[in-house]
């Protein structure tokens, strides 16, 4: 027999999910970005001449996955590669004046919402989301999912 809280337990993580569709939605209708692509043109725009390495490391990606995120916003001429002066091996990715439009005229991203909210929470309530969401992650079989730290359905690197 399926207990209330349990049930309780299932609405909120609806919400969650759904939440996290719509704002998907919303973000992609205002921008033509998903989640990811908004995330890392704005960590370019915000340090022009990044390294894909660089970005990386600052947003937990894999580098496979940046790759192919900085493929589409290059296709999109909203970034660019550049070989750096002094290491030609290295690329160098910059915001274009329209991926820099891109990033000022987004909408803030429910990720974002959720950092300032969560850093707002005193750090005993911040832990204890944390372990009750890891154990979650557990109970769902989900525990050994590599994920990034980014509220979105689907894969990150989606066109």
């Known amino acids: 027999m ?3 809280i349990a049930n309780a337990t ?4 609806r919400r969650i999910l759904r939440a996290t569709e719509t704002g998907s939605r919303k973000l992609g209708a205002a921008t033509g970005l998903t989640p990811s692509q908004l995330l890392v043109l704005r960590d370019v725009a915000g340090a022009q001449g990044a390294t894909p390495g660089q970005v990386a490391q ?5 580098h496979a996955t940046i790759t192919a995120i900085v493929d589409r916003l ?4 909203l970034v660019t590669r550049t070989r750096s002066e002094r290491d030609k091996r290295q690329m160098l990715l910059t915001a274009t004046d329209a991926g820099q439009r891109r990033v000022a005229e987004a909408p803030d991203m429910l990720q974002q919402i959720f950092a300032d909210r969560f850093a ?9 989301i944390l372990a009750a969401t890891e154990r979650l992650a557990i109970v769902l079989g989900a525990a050994d999912i590599d994920a990034a730290p980014l509220l979105d359905t689907g894969a990150i690197d989606r066109a």
Do not use: G, I
């Open 10 to 13: 299932l609405r909120a993580l």
């Open 74 to 77: 290059v296709a999109m001429e």
């Open 58 to 62: 600052r947003l937990q990606f894999s």
């Open 120 to 128: 707002a929470l005193p750090a005993w309530e911040q832990a204890m």
């Open 2 to 4: 399926e207990s209330e």
